[in-house]
Nanobody
Framework: QVQPVESGGGLVHVGGSLRLTCTVT????????QAWYRQAPGKERELVAM???????IYGDFAKGRFTISRDSIKGPVSLQMNQLKPEDTAVYYC?????????????WGRGTQVTVSS
């Protein structure tokens, strides 16, 4: 069973930085993409950044120029470097791993890590 596990969240002041890391237990068969999503209280979950198997990156508009998604190897841990943090970045950040096999596609979610940006 694939299980993403997030780490690196915490409390930071406005303008500060945090680095989130997602490690995965279990065996990933065919990777589609690794991604970070976030959900603030009272809001829907939204895409922060995605890194596809082929190396394509996709960012939410709010993340462009401030956040960077990266990995050292395919199926390895995926990180999210967050700079110039703002109070509106406060949310629970979730790691998502999308995979597929011959029959279907699968989404695996971590339990989330809290990021709080204080003004």
């Amino acid at each position: 069973q694939v299980q993403p596990v997030e780490s690196g969240g915490g409390l930071v002041h406005v303008g500060g930085s945090l680095r989130l890391t997602c490690t995965v237990t279990g065996s990933i068969s065919r990777l589609i993409a690794q991604a970070w999503y976030r959900q603030a209280p009272g809001k829907e979950r939204e895409l922060v950044a995605m890194l596809t198997y082929g190396g394509i990156t996709i960012y939410g508009d709010f993340a462009k120029g401030r956040f960077t998604i990266s990995r050292d190897s395919i199926k390895g841990p995926v990180s999210l470097q967050m700079n110039q943090l703002k109070p509106e970045d406060t949310a629970v950040y979730y790691c998502n791993i999308a995979t597929r096999d011959d029959h279907d596609e699968y989404d695996y979610w971590g339990r989330g890590t809290q990021v709080t940006v204080s003004s």
